[in-house]
C-alpha cells in the first residue's frame, strides 16, 4: 500500500514549456487534490476532484489545467511554464463524505527559468 | 484566501522540554487535522479532531479541539531531535465547503541534542 504517489520528484523547465505532474493513490479515495507550497505561504489549493468525473477551480487555478483521469489518478499540467510557478506541488487524496483528513504525497519540485 | 493563525513561527529547543502550538481563527471549524513536514517531504497526518473540547493523544503528541471550535492546540511532550520538521494546522470550516481545507502557515521546531 504505497498511498499517495507522484512523479517527478524534481522537474527544471524553462519559460514557455509544458509538463505533466502525476498523481496515483491507492487508498480508493474519492476526492484528490492539488497544492502549491511557497515560502511563508502555506498549502494554496490549486484544483480539487470531489469525485471521479468532477473537477474544480481552489485558491490559484490560473495556469493549471488537471484531469482526473480515473479513480486512482489525477494529474496537474502546466501548459506555458511561469516563473512564479516554480514551487513544490503536493498531492493529496481523502476518502469523502463527512471524513476530512487528507494524505498527501512526497510532491514534486518544480523550477521554471 | 484565508488562512488559519498559527504560532508560534517557530520554537527552537532542548531534547527533553515540552512544546506547545496553536492554531486560531475568528471562524468556527468543523474539524481540526496536526500535520507534521519533514525536510523534501510531503505532510504527514498525526491527529484529527472532530469534536469541540476533543483531546487526542498519539504518543507523545496531544493535540485539543477548543471549546469555542475557533483554535485548537498541540503539545509535544518531552522532545526529541526527530521531532525537528515542521507542524501545520488544518480546519474544515463550519459551513464550509466540504471538501476543503484551511491550512495554518506552520511552526518551525529545531530540537538542540
Known amino acids: 500500500n504505497a498511498g499517495v504517489t507522484q512523479t517527478p520528484k524534481f522537474q527544471v523547465l524553462k519559460t514557455g514549456q509544458s509538463m505533466t505532474l502525476q498523481c496515483a493513490q491507492d487508498?480508493?479515495?474519492?476526492?484528490m487534490y492539488w497544492y502549491r507550497q511557497d515560502p511563508g505561504m502555506g498549502l494554496r489549493l490549486i484544483y480539487y476532484?470531489?469525485?471521479?468525473?468532477?473537477?474544480d477551480k481552489g485558491e490559484v487555478p490560473n495556469g493549471y489545467n488537471v484531469s482526473r483521469l480515473n479513480k486512482r489518478e489525477f494529474s496537474l499540467r502546466l501548459e506555458s511554464a511561469a516563473p512564479s510557478q516554480t514551487s513544490v506541488y503536493f498531492c493529496?487524496?481523502?476518502?469523502?463524505?463527512?471524513?476530512?483528513?487528507?494524505?498527501f504525497g512526497p510532491g514534486t519540485r518544480l523550477t521554471v527559468l | 484566501g484565508q488562512q488559519l493563525n498559527q504560532s508560534p513561527q517557530s520554537m527552537f529547543i532542548q531534547e527533553g522540554e515540552d512544546v506547545s502550538m496553536n492554531c486560531t481563527s475568528s471562524?468556527?471549524?468543523?474539524?481540526w487535522l496536526w500535520y507534521k513536514q519533514d525536510p523534501g517531504e510531503g505532510p504527514v497526518l498525526l491527529i484529527a479532531l472532530y469534536k469541540a473540547g476533543e483531546l487526542t493523544s498519539n504518543g507523545r503528541l496531544t493535540a485539543q479541539f477548543g471549546i469555542t471550535r475557533k483554535d485548537s492546540f498541540l503539545n509535544i511532550s518531552a522532545s526529541i531531535p526527530s521531532d525537528v520538521g515542521i507542524y501545520f494546522c488544518a480546519g474544515q470550516l463550519r459551513g464550509g465547503a466540504t471538501n476543503k481545507l484551511i491550512f495554518g502557515t506552520g511552526t518551525l521546531l529545531a530540537v538542540q541534542p
Open positions: 471562524s468556527i471549524f468543523n474539524t
Open positions: 493529496a487524496s481523502r476518502v469523502g463524505g463527512t471524513v476530512n483528513e487528507q494524505f
Open positions: 476532484s470531489a469525485s471521479e468525473g468532477t473537477t
Open positions: 487508498m480508493n479515495h474519492n476526492s
